[in-house]
């Protein structure tokens, strides 16, 4: 019983991050109809840039995440006024060239701050709470309630404001929005520092509890992918409700048999929609 | 034959020339890493098969561990002569890529790509997980090949004469692959990457075409694994990761996937870069992710342009001159 609560409250956290990692995969996505294979780098980068500003300047925990968030927005920026928009008439493109971000930004941590490095970042929130007599790191919850907190502000960003209705017509008609006078450059331009800034967030608040490496992109960026697969590629809520379903799976397996055990299932999971149901749980049907 | 075929054989057989002549210059060291490179080139054009039909795959370096594990397995716990398990290595790669063309030929574009992955990488996480497949460790100590016929006995764990044997696969090899592209079929592979909708209307099954050509290269991709556990006597899973089919990816990007000669050219060049790395090797991954940007901004055909072997070689049919790279890749739900 307190093995399955703690399971549960795993998964929970687990859920919430890759939420915050897949919504911006997806966004993006449905914008650009680009799949970012760099984005778990840039989640990777969102933990080093916490560890760089919070912990080595001693900026502390908010000064970290911030930064991380900036950082992230800018290399997104950076990708897409350099790299994607230059690509445009090229169909596989920017999906090749991301791959080559993906190595540069690994090598780059690598090179700056060491393979093996045993970077600590310290929570604001120390200690645990008691949840039915289990020890939860406060930070834990801490992660959970931010992810809340964010893909609510986003959901309120793309619903309500003139920019969040420009961006989900860009992603539904490119011509359409462009004969309404959005500008596509800038729109594409703000969707990719969002998409960044998310995942930069989301390394940021992941920092203190997992081992920071350069490589620690890898998996993530794998699970995105399974995720936004399963939920329908370009949608936003597909890909928060499949990113809940497969990580609770994905944990579950992990604690009762093993991670390998685990992979394998839920790369299975993703074939396995791919050949029945190609559109997701949420995606509008397309052809494959 | 046209001059450039002629000039193109001659090339070849230069090329060819200069590869024997190897070992008699080069000390043991370069022998084996020579041998490398004529793997490499067998991997570079096989894969370059399934490019050919519009599509980009993860799983060819699986496949060719398919072939180096199945070659394994037959040394180790059978004691298999090296003709068996060579073409043991080809038809199970073979096999299995017959088996997941069923579910993956469905998909395009980055669909495939992800079918391709996810399919490669649960087979690779089966080699770890499973003591049959040696688990982690995977298989080493696979003896090398031994000829003894009458008065003749030719021992293969030699570097110079692995290298011969390995040579004069590949060199088949490619010659099939090459024969092939020129034939009625490379034509509809063309096709279909170019006018996939067209080549349906004229009655074409581009299904069946595209699973011809993924089968067709994963048995070579076989047979490069096969070589590949002969010359390294050991096989581990870690060596069919994603690393090394993001690598197969870029080196074909760059070498240049249009004609026959841009992978080959490519392969060693870039075989030879990778060598000269060797000092920075914690910077390699980065080096390669720049100079893929790089060719992808300024230079999408790759090296192939470069040298102007593309118009001397390859068919004139085949090169649109607006065609760079995957342009006309029928993408997914573009």
């Known amino acids: 019983m307190q093995f399955l609560i703690e399971t549960l409250i795993n998964s929970a956290m687990a859920s919430a991050a890759s939420a915050l990692v897949v919504v911006g995969l997806a966004l993006i996505f449905g914008v650009m109809r680009i799949e970012n294979f760099a984005h778990g780098e840039l989640y990777m980068v969102g933990a080093y840039a916490a560890w760089y500003f919070g912990t080595s300047l001693g900026g502390g925990y908010a000064v970290g995440f911030v930064a991380a968030v900036m950082v992230t927005a800018m290399i997104g920026v950076f990708m897409e006024v350099f790299l994607f928009r230059r690509l445009k008439e090229n169909p596989m493109g920017p999906l090749i060239v991301t791959i080559g971000v993906l190595l540069v930004l690994q090598t780059a941590a690598a090179w700056l701050f060491g393979v093996n490095s045993n970077l600590l970042v310290d929570s604001p929130f120390a200690g645990a709470a008691s949840i039915a007599g289990i020890n939860v790191p406060w930070h834990r919850l801490f992660v959970i309630g931010a992810a809340i907190v964010l893909l609510g502000g986003l959901t309120v960003l793309l619903r309500t404001t003139k920019f969040g209705w420009a961006l989900r017509a860009v992603a539904q008609d490119k011509d359409a929005a462009r004969l309404q006078g959005i500008s596509i450059g800038a729109i594409s331009l703000l969707a990719m520092a969002l998409s960044a800034g998310l995942a930069g967030a989301a390394g940021a608040l992941m920092a203190p509890i997992v081992r920071i490496s350069p490589y620690m992109g890898q998996p993530i960026i794998i699970t995105a992918f399974i995720v936004i697969i399963l939920g329908g590629i370009g949608s936003l809520e597909g890909a928060i409700l499949a990113a809940i379903i497969y990580s609770t799976f994905f944990t579950f397996i992990s604690a009762y048999f093993d991670s390998t055990v685990a992979s394998i299932a839920g790369l299975c999971l993703m074939l396995l929609v791919l050949v029945v149901k190609p559109s997701g749980l949420m995606g509008k049907a397309q052809k494959v | ?334």
């Open chain 2, 1 to 334: 034959m046209t001059s450039n075929k002629k000039a193109g054989f001659g090339f070849a057989i230069i090329a060819i020339a200069a590869a024997a002549i190897v070992p008699l210059v080069a000390g043991d060291y370069y022998v084996s890493f020579s041998t490398e490179i004529a793997i490499m080139i067998l991997m570079l054009s096989s894969y370059r098969m399934v490019v050919l039909t519009g599509e980009w795959s993860f799983a060819h370096v699986v496949l060719q561990g398919v072939g180096a594990y199945t070659a394994a397995i037959m040394v180790k716990d059978w004691g298999a002569p090296f003709p068996v398990s060579l073409v043991a290595g080809a038809v199970v790669a073979a096999a299995v890529a017959a088996v997941l063309s069923f579910p993956l030929l469905k998909m395009r574009g980055f669909y495939f790509l992800m079918g391709t992955f996810g399919a490669a990488e649960a087979i690779r996480l089966l080699w770890r997980k499973f003591k049959y497949f040696g688990g982690t460790r995977g298989f080493s100590g696979i003896s090398a090949p031994y000829l003894e016929v009458g008065p003749i006995t030719i021992d293969f764990g030699h570097p110079a004469s692995f290298f011969y044997l390995a040579l004069a696969i590949v060199v088949v090899c490619l010659l099939v692959i090459w024969s092939m592209e020129q034939s009625r079929l490379g034509q509809i592979w063309r096709t279909i990457e170019q006018q996939d909708v067209l080549a349906q209307a004229v009655g074409i099954d581009t299904r069946r075409y595209r699973r011809i050509a993924f089968i067709i290269s994963a048995a070579f991709a076989g047979i490069a694994g096969v070589l590949l556990a002969y010359a390294f006597g050991s096989v581990t899973p870690n060596r069919f990761n994603l690393n090394f089919a993001l690598y197969l990816m870029i080196w074909a990007i760059v070498g240049g996937t249009r004609s026959f000669y841009g992978v080959i050219l490519g392969g060693i060049i870039l075989m030879g870069f990778d060598e000269s790395l060797r000092f920075a090797d914690e910077l390699r991954p980065g080096i390669y992710g720049i100079i893929l940007i790089l060719v992808m901004l300024f230079w999408p055909r790759g090296i192939e342009r470069l040298v102007g072997l593309d118009k001397l070689f390859a068919p004139k049919a085949a090169l649109p001159d607006s065609g760079s790279l995957a342009a006309s890749t029928k993408g997914d739900a573009r």
